[in-house]
């Protein structure tokens, strides 16, 4: 059955495409979904007049993708998650849960199922995820997941030390640590 789509199919079409399909499959889904119209000669001259106005979304709705995914593409997110030892957590990073984050701190709201992870994230550490805006148009963002309560100190790890000029900035380390507590015990 010919059918005029209305709305983009996934796996079959973009608005405005006429295909070929199913006849169950046209008059149990697309029909009353409205996701399409059967392509009679009338639809199908109402087609023509509406092109214009069809690829003009496209253009706009391609280049709004082009201008989100400049802003995204590279940017990295923290996600804190509930870990036990050798960052092992418990559970797994859902795409819900990164598409929430992607809102929360860059203010992006997109639909988790445009979200390709490509494994499932069951460990801190950084994981590429691919986005697909719209079409062709694609952007990475790196998520970084850290332990609870180890997001502060990622930031203050990330935040430079700043120092007098001149003077050097001396932070103990755990072997002057274990220096201190083996000195006390020899001294008792």
């Known amino acids: 059955m010919k059918v005029i789509l209305l709305s983009d199919v996934k796996g079959r079409g973009n608005e405005g495409d006429v295909i070929d399909v199913a006849h169950g499959f046209a008059v149990n889904f697309l029909l009353p979904r409205k996701m399409a119209v059967e392509a009679t000669p009338g639809n199908l001259k109402q087609l023509e007049a509406r092109v214009h106005n069809i690829r003009r979304r496209e253009g706009e709705r391609h280049e709004e993708a082009e201008r989100l995914s400049a802003s995204i593409d590279g940017k990295k997110l923290i996600m804190e998650a509930k870990a036990g030892d050798g960052g092992k957590l418990y559970g797994s990073v859902t795409s819900g849960a990164v598409a929430s984050t992607l809102a929360a701190q860059l203010g992006v709201d997109i639909d988790r199922r445009k979200l390709d992870i490509p494994a499932h994230i069951k460990t801190v550490g ?45 932070q103990p380390t755990m072997a002057d640590a274990e220096a201190e507590t083996i000195e006390a015990a020899e001294a008792e």
């Open 126 to 170: 950084e994981y590429p995820i691919l986005i697909h805006l719209y079409q062709d148009v694609k952007a990475e963002i790196v998520v970084k997941v850290v332990p609870e309560g180890g997001a502060a100190a990622v930031s203050e790890a990330v935040a430079p030390v700043e120092a007098a000029e001149g003077e050097v900035d001396e």
